[in-house]
């Protein structure tokens, strides 16, 4: 049996997974596996990225912890791009870079 906390988390997972698909115009999907040491993001279909997914009521917490995760999860992928996708209260998605994961992309872009 799945714990409504697990359940949560896949539900954002899929909603995000399918809003990326839709602005990307690629398939973008949730990855299985999360949590293990050697963890490399929730979703799979962005090149070179990776996606860390929070969905939590204390948006202070995520923006303090999951960038930071999801810049390990990067490195363990090997990947140039990391970025967290937060849903915030009310189901309102928004996108956390730390400034150097700003700068990546910036650099990597121009």
Do not use: C, H
């Amino acid at each position: 049996m799945t714990s409504p906390s697990k359940a949560k988390g896949d539900r954002a997972e899929r909603e995000i997974a399918g809003i990326l698909t839709d602005l990307l115009g690629m398939p973008v999907r949730r990855k299985l596996g999360a949590g293990r040491f050697d963890d490399v993001g929730d979703l799979d279909g962005i090149p070179d990225t990776v996606v860390q997914v929070a969905d939590r009521a204390r948006v202070l917490d995520v923006l303090r912890n999951k960038p930071i995760a999801a810049e390990a999860q990067r490195a363990n992928a090997g990947a140039t791009f990391a970025a967290t996708a937060i849903r915030m209260q009310g189901g309102v998605w928004r996108i956390a870079l730390t400034p150097e994961q700003f700068a990546t992309y910036v650099r990597e872009t121009l």
